[in-house]
Nanobody, 116 residues
Framework: QVQLVESGGGLVQPGGSLRLSCRAS????????MSWYRQAPGKERELVAS????????SYGDSMKGRVTISRDNAKNTVYLQMNSLKSEDTAVYYC?????????WGQGTQVTVSS
């Protein structure tokens, strides 16, 4: 049974930091590229960051570039998103995604709220 379970979300003040985690099970994690997306109320889901299956290549969406770092630990079947200098407009549900050419899995999301 494929599972992607995000954690680490919560309420943070503007300028603060959060580290999201996404733990995978039920598939060969090290064979999948992993991504983080986010979706704010009333907006489309957008890409935040991606990392290749072995972790050697990363890419970032424009919205949070320079403020986030994606990483993964294939021994722990986990992908991370370190978010710094958070702004109110970063408030959203953050999702992780696992993909290959043939398969595509999503987690249930974790809420991040940036507010004073």
């Amino acid at each position: 049974q494929v599972q992607l379970v995000e954690s680490g979300g919560g309420l943070v003040q503007p300028g603060g930091s959060l580290r999201l985690s996404c733990r995978a099970s039920g598939f060969t994690f090290s064979s999948y590229a992993m991504s983080w997306y986010r979706q704010a109320p009333g907006k489309e889901r957008e890409l935040v960051a991606s990392i290749s299956s072995a972790g050697g290549s990363t890419s970032y969406g424009d919205s949070m570039k320079g403020r986030v770092t994606i990483s993964r630990d294939n021994a722990k079947n986990t992908v991370y998103l370190q978010m710094n200098s958070l702004k109110s407009e970063d408030t959203a549900v953050y999702y992780c995604r696992a993909r290959t050419i043939r398969y595509n899995y999503w987690g249930q999301g974790t809420q991040v709220t940036v507010s004073s």
